[in-house]
């Protein structure tokens, strides 16, 4: 029953005092970035029984698998039509889990298996996991400053907030920013492409798409090459999923530059939607069957697949990539193509054989120059070439999660001194045999 009473019009005035004081947070564990491999390090660190705070400048978490409507686990199962699957930990959990509730489509080889997936659902699953893990979260936060002492050693970061200043001091760091800000800001040695942008991009998520009538990935990528100047796009090969059933398309047909200077960064967003209403203009005026009644649900975050990295310890190459080298430290495996995009009109995609199988090694997770820190994600480090093969969610997850184990070792010591054949035991199922299938 409603209570019957005047409402209040109690106000009272408040100014910022001259000098606020920033909220200090301590905890054992500081990962710099809420994507796919910075929750994994979160939610691993956590379930050794280490405080971990993560932080990320968007307001949500998940990152580019949430935010920037990817939509498909890619680089998560071995090849071939059958692929099993490759990394375990979280991703189990995350399988199992939205597969339950019918959020996973399958698209199964070859040349790989890849598996779709309802990003509502996928941040849902994220959020719940990191609020039981009784992680602290820290959104809408940009770095401001990185205190480091010594030989290398982040002793604190400072984040600027629209509520006030944080600082966050803790044992050890995870880089999973995706573009090594958290190395950047401490001043440690970073990598660029050098011969141009390296090209990420706008996806759109299509309802009310008339499953039945859907070109194949061939012919929607040949046309779009021959009829990309009639439309003013700008990239001439892509492709549009759809969520079998849903009568949902993820659409991917786009190159934005992704540049990190800040208002070219900002200008791309709008750039990059511009884009994306000529590719779904294209669609609609070129397959009215399968796109006339289509209409976007919502368009995702600008997608970044390379922009800067850290300098390793040791620096993954593609020949290592391409001849599947068996690293003494290996903590991730994928068996993913290469898939660089470095130029607008298209991309290099070098698909693997069956029996192909390649190894990310820890040394290039340890920037060169840092005790306490270790990278997870695109911002590893490897020629431009390399990284195009490991930069996505699976081998990003069991990244996250050997970050995890590697400061949980390393305490309050270096990492770059850690027992690495513990490390490698730790993490042996993301690199050895074979995981489930899935009929």
């Known amino acids: 029953m409603a209570v019957q009473a005047e409402p209040s019009t109690a106000t009272r005035t408040v100014r910022r005092p001259p000098a606020a004081a920033p909220t200090l947070v301590e905890a054992d564990l500081c990962v710099v970035g809420a994507g796919i491999a910075g929750v994994a390090a979160a939610l691993t660190a956590a379930r050794l029984g280490r405080r971990v705070v993560l932080a990320d400048s968007l307001p949500t978490l998940g990152g580019q698998a949430v935010n920037s409507v ?12 059958d692929g099993y699957q490759l990394t375990r930990g979280i991703a189990d959990d995350i399988l199992r889990d939205l597969d339950a509730q019918g959020a996973l489509h399958w698209r199964r080889g070859p040349p790989h298996k890849v598996v779709l997936y309802d990003e509502i ?10 609020r039981n893990a009784g992680i602290t979260v820290l959104l809408g936060a940009v770095m401001r400053e990185v205190d480091v002492e010594g030989q290398g050693r982040i002793r604190e970061i400072r984040f600027a ?13 995870v880089d999973a920013s995706g573009d090594a800000a958290l190395c950047w800001q401490a001043g440690f040695a970073c990598r660029e492409f050098g011969d141009g942008p390296i090209y990420g991009t ?14 194949t990935r061939e012919e929607l990528a040949a046309h779009q090459h021959a009829m990309a100047p009639r439309y003013g796009m700008l990239r001439r090969d892509g492709f549009a999923f759809p969520f079998v059933g849903r009568g949902i398309a993820l659409v991917n047909m786009t190159h934005i530059e992704t540049p990190l200077e800040p208002l070219a960064f900002s200008a791309t967003s709008l750039e990059g939607r ?9 669609l609609k005026g070129e397959y009215p069957d399968a796109f006339g009644r289509a209409r976007i649900r919502t368009y995702g975050q600008p997608g970044i697949r390379q922009t800067r990295w850290i300098v390793g310890r040791q620096q993954l190459t593609v020949q290592q ?26 991309y290099i995609w070098q698909p693997f054989p069956p029996e192909h199988m390649h190894y990310v090694p820890f040394g290039a997770l340890v920037p060169a120059e840092a005790e306490n820190v270790v990278a997870a994600g695109r911002c590893i480090d490897g020629d431009a070439a390399a990284l195009s093969s490991v930069r996505v969610m699976g081998p990003g997850m069991a990244m996250g999660i050997a970050a995890a184990h590697a400061l949980d070792l390393a305490g309050a010591g270096s990492v770059q001194q ?20 899935y009929a």
């Open 202 to 215: 706008q996806m759109v998520v299509l309802e009310h798409v008339n499953e039945a009538a859907l070109p």
């Open 121 to 130: 659902a996928l941040a849902r699953w994220i959020e719940e996991a990191v």
């Open 418 to 437: 850690i027992d690495t054949a513990a490390l490698v035991a730790r993490v042996r199922d993301n690199v050895e045999g074979e995981g489930p299938r």
């Open 161 to 173: 907030h629209r509520c006030g200043d944080v600082r966050v001091r803790a044992q050890g760091f």
């Open 70 to 81: 990817i939509g498909l686990f890619a680089g998560l199962f071995s090849n071939g039509f």
């Open 274 to 282: 511009h884009h994306a209403d000529k590719a779904v203009a294209f």
């Open 321 to 346: 990539v391409r001849d599947g080298t068996r690293f003494d430290d290996a903590i991730a495996r994928t068996a993913w193509p290469i898939e660089l995009h470095s130029h607008a009109e298209g």
